[in-house]
T-cell receptor
């Protein structure tokens, strides 16, 4: 049973460009959350998707947007990249009924130059 | 607003020693959930434990144990007889309501076990 998979693993972009990161949730999970982890910091919640809708959002600008597909996979889009967007982006999946442990992927390391 | 503080940035201990990682949290919610995650160099966060605010019983799982004290808003994590494989960054986190909502993480403690 594959866990949470994220692609790509590493990415280098130029300031001002746009980037799309992808996440496939663990089998049986229908909720996807995205986190940004700057170097030496704890992960910061970006947003959560369920039933193809954004259900919760953290304190991130509108440059950060997302999408969830009918198969529960998700994309994170970041427009007008800034140097400060360089971070590890983590995807977590969980179920929405009762409590199910959130499983994290290995992340996408984004470097903005 | 929720906040998690892990005051210990880095800890190094010699293998087989016991080590305690501290976590202090702030929340206005009466129902909340506390978590510990381990982050090895590969990057993914590995779930270790979830505890709800109504259950103050300490928990032991093998060499790991957790001490939850609401009176001091603390949820400390102890590794007994540490091993080199325990070397990682450990995060304490807090979530409201059902626990499937957003996690608020501390800044983490980097634990190095010296052989």
């Amino acid at each position: 049973d594959a866990g949470v998979t994220q692609s790509p693993t590493h990415l280098i972009k130029t300031r001002g460009q746009q980037v799309t990161l992808r996440c496939s949730p663990k089998s049986g999970h229908d909720t996807v959350s995205w986190y940004q982890q700057a170097l030496g910091q704890g992960p910061q919640f970006i947003f959560q998707y369920y039933e193809e809708e954004e259900r919760q959002r953290g304190n991130f600008p509108d440059r950060f947007s997302g999408h969830q597909f009918p198969n529960y996979s998700s994309e994170l889009n970041v427009n007008a990249l800034l140097l400060g967007d360089s971070a590890l982006y983590l995807c977590a999946s969980s179920g929405h009924r009762g409590y199910t442990e959130a499983f994290f992927g290995q992340g996408t390391r984004l470097t903005v130059v | 607003a929720q906040k998690v503080t892990q005051a210990q940035t880095e800890i190094s201990v010699v293998e087989k020693e016991d080590v305690t990682l501290d976590c202090v949290y702030e929340t206005r919610d009466t129902t909340y959930y506390l978590f510990w995650y381990k982050q090895p160099p590969s990057g993914e966060l590995v779930f270790l434990i979830r505890r709800n605010s109504f259950d103050e019983q300490n928990e032991i799982s093998g060499r790991y144990s957790w001490n939850f004290q609401k009176s001091t808003s603390s949820f400390n994590f102890t590794i007994t007889a540490s091993q080199v494989v325990d070397s990682a960054v450990y995060f304490c986190a807090l979530s409201e309501a059902g626990g499937n909502e957003k996690l608020t993480f501390g800044t983490g403690t980097r634990l190095t076990i010296i052989p």
